[in-house]
Nanobody, 126 residues
Framework: QVQLVESGGGLVQPGGSLRLSCAAS????????IGWFRQAPGKERESVSA????????YYRDSVKGRFTISRDNAKKTLYLQMNSLKPEDTAVYYC???????????????????WGQGTQVTVSS
């Protein structure tokens, strides 16, 4: 059974850090582009970051550039999103997603993805 399971969310004060993980099971991460998305209450889901299947190419939305870092460990079948200098506006449910692709580019569009995790809540508040 194909699964993506996020973990690492929680409550953190502004300026703090969290590291989200996304563990894949039932399939390998070879030739899989990975994306992190988030959805805040009352808002549409938005792309946060994405990484190509090789890990060489990455994408970040402007509001998280310099604060978030996406990475992957294909051997461990795990994806990561290191989030530093967190702000209240980063509060959302964060999802990881995967799609098989032959192109070594990050994919930002949510409709391109086939596999989704259940999400993990990130709350940034004092």
């Amino acid at each position: 059974q194909v699964q993506l399971v996020e973990s690492g969310g929680g409550l953190v004060q502004p300026g703090g850090s969290l590291r989200l993980s996304c563990a894949a099971s039932g399939f390998t991460l070879d030739y899989k582009a990975i994306g992190w998305f988030r959805q805040a209450p009352g808002k549409e889901r938005e792309s946060v970051s994405a990484i190509s299947w090789s890990g060489v190419n990455t994408y970040y939305r402007d509001s998280v550039k310099g604060r978030f870092t996406i990475s992957r460990d294909n051997a461990k079948k795990t994806l990561y999103l290191q989030m530093n200098s967190l702000k209240p506006e980063d509060t959302a449910v964060y999802y990881c997603a995967a799609v098989r692709t032959d192109y070594d580019f990050p994919i930002g569009a949510s409709y391109e993805y086939d596999y989704w995790g259940q999400g993990t809540q990130v709350t940034v508040s004092s």
